[in-house]
């Protein structure tokens, strides 16, 4: 009996450790910095912000706080994959009603089967970025040249559509996998690897009034805000977000328009605020 009990007080002590991390993780985010510039030095970047993540939890420190009270309060929406034939259209029919722009990272096989979806994104005056091709789940496990492929098919397939800057300029990694080799291939290839502020967790089964209530505990100045257009939950939390954010102050713009009117260094470093 001894041996299944020991067996048995270790998995006890494996779960609540692993249940004590997820909760860690989520309360301190983001582990990964917000947003990887093309000009910027990654192995430093990547270095520095897992040891700051590291130390703080080590110490049980909250992230630091900026105190730059002048940092500009724009709020970039930014959904991930897709475009979806139910959801997209909803989506952008809230983002239309309350005249928000938002930054699309899309998938090349799902725009190749929606192209027209994918044209109404443009034409609402939203933004088109990459997330590859076709949305490998292993991405940080790809070789360079892989990961290389993967951008320029996806790009080529959006081009081959669209016209937009940011299909060749701005890239965020399928499931937000990646590592320091992922980013220097983007960025040789001509990318901003974008990542986020905030990541509500959208891309799972929440409630709108979760989404809003992370979203609103976890807002910055600037932000970059991750969701999933494939969501009916996110769709719904939209109205409640944009109100939180117009009440606080801020202003919509896109991950393009965010990177153009504020230095990296605010980005990665932003002013917290509750919204």
Known sequence: MRPLRTIAALVLVALAGYAGYRLII???QPPIPAIVVRSTDAHRLLSQSIAAHIDRLLHDRPPPLAQRAKNPR???LTFDDGPYAVQTPLLLDVLGELHVPATFFLIGNDAAEFP???RRIQRAGDEIANH???HPADFDALSDAEVKSELDRGAATLEGI???PGIRTMMRPPHGRFTEATVLTAQRDGYDVVLWN???GDWRPMT???IVDHIGRFASAPDIVLLHSGRQSTIDAIPAIVARFRAAGYSFVT???LLARVPPGEILHPAKFRV
Do not use: K, Y
């Open 116 to 118: 027209g979806l994918v």
């Open 208 to 210: 709108p009034a979760a």
């Open 132 to 134: 590859t091709q076709t």
């Open 162 to 164: 669209v016209h937009d």
């Open 255 to 257: 991950a393009g328009q």
């Open 26 to 28: 989520r309360e301190m």
């Open 74 to 76: 724009l709020v970039a």
């Open 198 to 200: 905030d990541d509500p």
